[in-house]
Each structure stands twice: as structure tokens, then as C-alpha cells.
């Protein structure tokens, strides 16, 4: 915090360009409604741009014409330009249209700017509280003597008696409603955060992407060297403090009996009296879906990017054989060049010359090679009867049957897995319909409406299923892959 970083920063960092900005009204209100109070994570040029224009022709009915001169697209030319840096610009493989995304330093200074405004309840006790649930969980933690843990332990067990004697006796303590409205605010306020923070494991991640880019761009070296450095920053980013914690978080989370938790309980607060006066908002109540989609948009472009970075190192050998292919092109036609006109001098010469020596014992011995024989066999034409129907048999998969079973599974449950789908209903076709469910996975097929599927890879599932071997005997097959689990 001296002078010398805040002058830097007052002058390059886009969350302070954008506060100091004579737009930053419109371009804060905006982004929030379009990006933050949605949960959009990307949105199309087309609808972006109509929903600016939507916006400037209020706010040019209210503050007259002159008030927002530019038009929508001018606007957003501005945004994104490196000087101001408050939106990413970008394209998606397979499509020309542009999308945009907020950046991490917008979405800081409008959750900076929504916190000016006056709270009409400001809690303390909550946060204290959370304070010493923190402490505590970090110095029992890392309590490495087992005599203090398991003082720890009884304590807490007298405590869980005590307080289960008094609910027997008919003493059920309860929460007021300033202690409610507290932990409520507290909770509100620290699910927006960590929707926030996707963005910035994705901002990491792309500069990660194009810090390798550049480093390949500028190598000199082997290309062994080359990919050992890149798979060790890649390493070095998964075993970060913040790769593992985002992957602990997305374990959590994708857990359906965490999500069944987290709804009824959603479901419960917010049907308190005190918290309903408090008008919360209304996607509160899918607030676990919201970290959801947020954390697979995360893990898509961390996949998109390996992808990516795996074309540039293809092109990059492509481009290193080319080199290659030409430097012996160019020898070739050197050599037919000089072939008729040889020279007539000496063109090298030895200083010395040596005699070689070879002993008679050093000579291998004679080693008779051995003749095949050949067996005259006369060709005889015979008659087999064989079944030909086999030839004609073909294993035809109904993915509108596993479809329909899918959504039967989900109609109980929000999420299943492609494991627990095997299980309850064996695959009939073998490798077949495991793929044949895979396609309904990505998307492929016509059937596959009324849910979606999310992959993650960080974890390995084994689907086995009964197959019969070459010798007509029952056996168990497994296929190892990342879990797959159908949502509704």
C-alpha cells in the first residue's frame, strides 16, 4: 500500500480505470443485470449488443438525447480494448460469432461498489463465530499430539451429550431473528464471492495457456525439454494450493447426497418468517446449481485449453519437419547440381596413413548353412457345412430405450451416474451400449433431450457388465473411464 504501487495501479489496473471512468455508471449497472445477477458466464455479440442498445435507448429517454452518443457496438469495441480491459472478447471453436465474459478486475470493483451501499442489518456474531470455527479447525488440524486430540474429542462429546440432555428435558435452544438475519447475510455474501472466484481460477488458467504459448513460440531447445517444462507447470498448477482446493470444492460438490443436503436445508431457511422479510433473492434457492454450472464452465475451458495448447505443439512439429524436409531438398538439389562437374584436384588429404592389422584366429569360423525342407503336399478340395446365418447377425442398439431409461432414473433423483445406470439396468450389447450411452452423453443423438451430462475426469470409474468369451462361457468385462453423470 505505499504511493509508488497505488499510482501504478490507479493507472493500469481495469477494476480502478473502470471506477474512475465517466461510464462507470452504465457500464457497472450492465455487467451487473447482464452477467452477475444471471450467473451468465458467456454471452453471444448479437444478444450482448441488443441488451446495450435496449439499455442506452432507456437511459437516452431519461437523460435526453445527447446523454450516450456512441452506439452499442462503439461501446463495446471500448470495453474490450486492452487500454480498458473490462470485458474478454473472444470466439469459439466451430463459430464466428463474438462472445463475451466479464473479467476478474470488473467483477471486483462492481462487488466493491455493491458493498457502498447501506445494509439495513449489520452483523457481527456470525463472523465471529466463523472466526473461531476457522481457528479451531486449523489448530486441531495440525495437533499432531494424540493425547490433546482426544481431549479434544471428549470435549466436544460432553458438549454434544449436554446439549442432547437438555433437548430430552424439553430445553430446545433456538436462534433469534437478529442472529438468523445475520448468518443468512453472511451466507448470501459468501456465495456471491465464490461465484466470483470461478472467474478468476479461469483467468489463471488462461494466462497459464498463454505463458506456454509464448515459451513454445520462443524455444530453442529439444522438444523433450520442451514438453517436461510444460507438463511441470501444468503439474505445478493442479498441486497448487488453489488447484487442490478447487478440486476438493468440485468432490464436494458434485456428490448427489451433498446436493440433496443443500437443497432441503436451502428450502427450510428460506421459508423462515425473518428471512423472508428480508426479500432475498430468488435464485438463493438454486444458489448450489449456480456453483454447479459455474465450476463446469471452469472445467470445460481448462479442457478446451489442453486441447488447444496440444494443436499448437502439433503445429509447432509440423512446422519443425517442414524445416527438415526443406534443409534435405535443398542438399539434394545441391548434390545433382555438382554431379556433372567433378572436380579435378586433390579435395582432401590424410596426414598419415596406418596399416591394419587382422590376426588369423580373429576370422570367424565356417558355419555350414542349414537348407528347408519342403513337403510336396497335393491340394485336396473338400465340403464343410457351415453356418452362414452368423454373418448376417447384427447388434442393433436403441438409444431411445436408453434415453427413456434415463429419465426414469432422474425422475426420482436429480443426478445419476452412467455406473449406477449399469447397475440397474445391465448392458444387454456390451461395448455397444456403453458407447451407445457415451453419445447420449455428449449430445450426439436426436433422443437425448430432457437432460445433460457433465464428465469429471479427475475421477475413474470402473462399468462392468457379463459378456460371453470364445468358448461360450459367462465373464465378467470392465472398462475403465471418467465418471459420467446425467443431470435433469
Same mark, same amino acid.
Given at each position: 500500500?505505499?504511493?509508488?504501487?497505488?499510482?501504478?495501479?490507479?493507472?493500469?489496473?481495469?477494476?480502478?480505470?473502470?471506477?474512475?471512468?465517466?461510464?462507470?455508471?452504465?457500464?457497472?449497472?450492465?455487467?451487473?443485470?447482464?452477467?452477475?445477477?444471471?450467473?451468465?458466464?458467456?454471452?453471444?455479440?448479437?444478444?450482448?449488443?441488443?441488451?446495450?442498445?435496449?439499455?442506452?435507448?432507456?437511459?437516452?429517454?431519461?437523460?435526453?438525447?445527447?446523454?450516450?452518443?456512441?452506439?452499442?457496438?462503439?461501446?463495446?469495441?471500448?470495453?474490450?480494448?486492452?487500454?480498458?480491459?473490462?470485458?474478454?472478447?473472444?470466439?469459439?471453436?466451430?463459430?464466428?460469432?463474438?462472445?463475451?465474459?466479464?473479467?476478474?478486475?470488473?467483477?471486483?470493483?462492481?462487488?466493491?461498489?455493491?458493498?457502498?451501499?447501506?445494509?439495513?442489518?449489520?452483523?457481527?456474531?456470525?463472523?465471529?463465530?466463523?472466526?473461531?470455527?476457522?481457528?479451531?479447525?486449523?489448530?486441531?488440524?495440525?495437533?499432531?499430539?494424540?493425547?490433546?486430540?482426544?481431549?479434544?474429542?471428549?470435549?466436544?462429546?460432553?458438549?454434544?451429550?449436554?446439549?442432547?440432555?437438555?433437548?430430552?428435558?424439553?430445553?430446545?435452544?433456538?436462534?433469534?431473528?437478529?442472529?438468523?438475519?445475520?448468518?443468512?447475510?453472511?451466507?448470501?455474501?459468501?456465495?456471491?464471492?465464490?461465484?466470483?472466484? $470461478?472467474? %478468476?481460477?479461469?483467468?489463471?488458467?488462461? &494466462? !497459464?495457456?498463454?505463458?506456454?504459448?509464448?515459451?513454445? =513460440? +520462443?524455444? *530453442?531447445?529439444?522438444?523433450?525439454?520442451?514438453?517436461?517444462?510444460?507438463?511441470?507447470?501444468?503439474?505445478?498448477?493442479?498441486?497448487?494450493?488453489?488447484?487442490?482446493?478447487?478440486?476438493?470444492?468440485?468432490?464436494?460438490?458434485?456428490?448427489?447426497?451433498?446436493?440433496?443436503?443443500?437443497?432441503?436445508?436451502?428450502?427450510?431457511?428460506?421459508?423462515?418468517?425473518?428471512?423472508?422479510?428480508?426479500?432475498?433473492?430468488?435464485?438463493?434457492?438454486?444458489?448450489?446449481?449456480?456453483?454447479?454450472?459455474?465450476?463446469?464452465?471452469?472445467?470445460?475451458?481448462?479442457?478446451?485449453?489442453?486441447?488447444?495448447?496440444?494443436?499448437?505443439?502439433?503445429?509447432?512439429? $509440423?512446422? %519443425?519437419?517442414?524445416?527438415?524436409?526443406? &534443409? !534435405?531438398?535443398?542438399?539434394?538439389?545441391?548434390?545433382? =547440381? +555438382?554431379? *556433372?562437374?567433378?572436380?579435378?584436384?586433390?579435395?582432401?588429404?590424410?596426414?598419415?596413413?596406418?596399416?591394419?592389422?587382422?590376426?588369423?584366429?580373429?576370422?570367424?569360423?565356417?558355419?555350414?548353412?542349414?537348407?528347408?525342407?519342403?513337403?510336396?503336399?497335393?491340394?485336396?478340395?473338400?465340403?464343410?457345412?457351415?453356418?452362414?446365418?452368423?454373418?448376417?447377425?447384427?447388434?442393433?442398439?436403441?438409444?431411445?430405450?436408453?434415453?427413456?431409461?434415463?429419465?426414469?432414473?432422474?425422475?426420482?433423483?436429480?443426478?445419476?451416474?452412467?455406473?449406477?445406470?449399469?447397475?440397474?439396468?445391465?448392458?444387454?450389447?456390451?461395448?455397444?451400449?456403453?458407447?451407445?450411452?457415451?453419445?447420449?452423453?455428449?449430445?450426439?443423438?436426436?433422443?437425448?433431450?430432457?437432460?445433460?451430462?457433465?464428465?469429471?475426469?479427475?475421477?475413474?470409474?470402473?462399468?462392468?457388465?457379463?459378456?460371453?468369451?470364445?468358448?461360450?462361457?459367462?465373464?465378467?468385462?470392465?472398462?475403465?473411464?471418467?465418471?459420467?453423470?446425467?443431470?435433469?
Amino acid at each position: 500500500m505505499d504511493y509508488g504501487t497505488l499510482d501504478v495501479l490507479r493507472t493500469r489496473h481495469p477494476a480502478w480505470r473502470l471506477l474512475r471512468s465517466d461510464h462507470a455508471p452504465l457500464v457497472a449497472s450492465f455487467l451487473h443485470r447482464v452477467f452477475v445477477t444471471t450467473n451468465a458466464r458467456v454471452m453471444a455479440a448479437a444478444d450482448f449488443t441488443e441488451a446495450l442498445e435496449n439499455e442506452l435507448f432507456a437511459l437516452r429517454e431519461h437523460l435526453g438525447e445527447d446523454a450516450f452518443p456512441k452506439s452499442a457496438v462503439e461501446y463495446l469495441n471500448d470495453w474490450t480494448s486492452p487500454e480498458k480491459g473490462w470485458l474478454r472478447k473472444f470466439y469459439k471453436a466451430g463459430t464466428d460469432e463474438a462472445q463475451f465474459d466479464l473479467t476478474p478486475a470488473t467483477e471486483k470493483a462492481i462487488a466493491w461498489l455493491a458493498s457502498l451501499t447501506e445494509r439495513p442489518f449489520v452483523g457481527t456474531e456470525s463472523r465471529l463465530m466463523t472466526l473461531f470455527a476457522l481457528l479451531e479447525q486449523i489448530t486441531v488440524g495440525t495437533e499432531t499430539d494424540p493425547v490433546r486430540r482426544l481431549e479434544d474429542l471428549r470435549k466436544k462429546r460432553d458438549e454434544i451429550d449436554a446439549e442432547i440432555a437438555r433437548v430430552l428435558s424439553g430445553d430446545v435452544p433456538l436462534l433469534d431473528d437478529a442472529a438468523v438475519k445475520d448468518r443468512f447475510q453472511q451466507f448470501q455474501q459468501l456465495a456471491r464471492e465464490l461465484l466470483s472466484d $470461478f472467474r %478468476e481460477v479461469e483467468h489463471n488458467f488462461r &494466462l !497459464l495457456d498463454r505463458k506456454v504459448r509464448e515459451k513454445i =513460440a +520462443l524455444w *530453442e531447445g529439444s522438444k523433450g525439454a520442451l514438453l517436461d517444462e510444460i507438463m511441470g507447470e501444468r503439474d505445478a498448477i493442479a498441486d497448487s494450493d488453489q488447484g487442490r482446493s478447487f478440486r476438493a470444492f468440485w468432490d464436494f460438490l458434485m456428490s448427489s447426497i451433498r446436493q440433496e443436503e443443500l437443497s432441503e436445508r436451502l428450502d427450510k431457511v428460506l421459508s423462515l418468517p425473518v428471512v423472508t422479510a428480508l426479500k432475498p433473492d430468488a435464485r438463493t434457492r438454486r444458489v448450489h446449481y449456480d456453483w454447479l454450472e459455474a465450476g463446469e464452465h471452469t472445467q470445460r475451458t481448462v479442457a478446451q485449453l489442453s486441447q488447444q495448447l496440444r494443436r499448437f505443439l502439433d503445429d509447432a512439429a $509440423f512446422l %519443425e519437419n517442414r524445416r527438415i524436409m526443406d &534443409l !534435405l531438398h535443398c542438399i539434394e538439389s545441391k548434390a545433382l =547440381a +555438382l554431379r *556433372e562437374s567433378q572436380p579435378v584436384d586433390t579435395i582432401i588429404s590424410i596426414d598419415a596413413m596406418g596399416a591394419e592389422i587382422k590376426l588369423p584366429l580373429e576370422r570367424p569360423l565356417f558355419n555350414p548353412s542349414v537348407k528347408p525342407l519342403l513337403d510336396n503336399l497335393a491340394l485336396q478340395a473338400g465340403e464343410d457345412d457351415i453356418d452362414i446365418t452368423r454373418l448376417f447377425d447384427q447388434i442393433v442398439v436403441d438409444k431411445t430405450l436408453l434415453a427413456d431409461g434415463i429419465r426414469r432414473a432422474l425422475r426420482g433423483q436429480a443426478q445419476v451416474t452412467l455406473r449406477d445406470l449399469v447397475e440397474r439396468m445391465p448392458l444387454a450389447h456390451g461395448l455397444a451400449e456403453l458407447v451407445a450411452y457415451l453419445q447420449l452423453a455428449h449430445g450426439e443423438s436426436e433422443v437425448a433431450e430432457g437432460f445433460r451430462a457433465v464428465v469429471d475426469e479427475a475421477v475413474m470409474e470402473p462399468v462392468r457388465w457379463q459378456a460371453r468369451d470364445a468358448q461360450d462361457r459367462m465373464i465378467t468385462r470392465v472398462a475403465r473411464l471418467p465418471r459420467v453423470v446425467y443431470v435433469r
